[in-house]
């Protein structure tokens, strides 16, 4: 693409999102907390996702092979 056409549609870009912004900013800031809130299933999910999720003996193995009690 050309250099002008990046630039052309950046600018209007910005632009768009201003008024958008301007418009609209009551209703996404009045669903911040509810988006927050659903954001903790998926955080759970990808954060628990690396160590194997919930161990329900009490232990855990780490990476150097040693098991501790919880």
């Known amino acids: 693409m050309d250099r002008r056409f990046k630039i052309t ?3 209007f870009a910005v632009i768009a999102l201003f008024l958008l912004w301007g418009e ?3 209703h996404l ?3 911040l ?3 927050i809130l659903l954001a ?3 955080l ?3 954060m628990h ?3 194997g999720g919930h161990n329900r ?6 990476k150097s092979g040693e098991q501790r009690d919880d």
């Open 49 to 51: 996702g690396g160590h």
């Open 33 to 35: 907390p509810w988006l």
């Open 57 to 62: 003996s009490g232990q855990q193995s780490s």
């Open 44 to 46: 759970h999910k990808f």
């Open 40 to 42: 903790c299933p998926l």
């Open 29 to 31: 800031l009045g669903a």
């Open 24 to 26: 609209h900013k009551v």
């Open 9 to 11: 549609l950046a600018i």
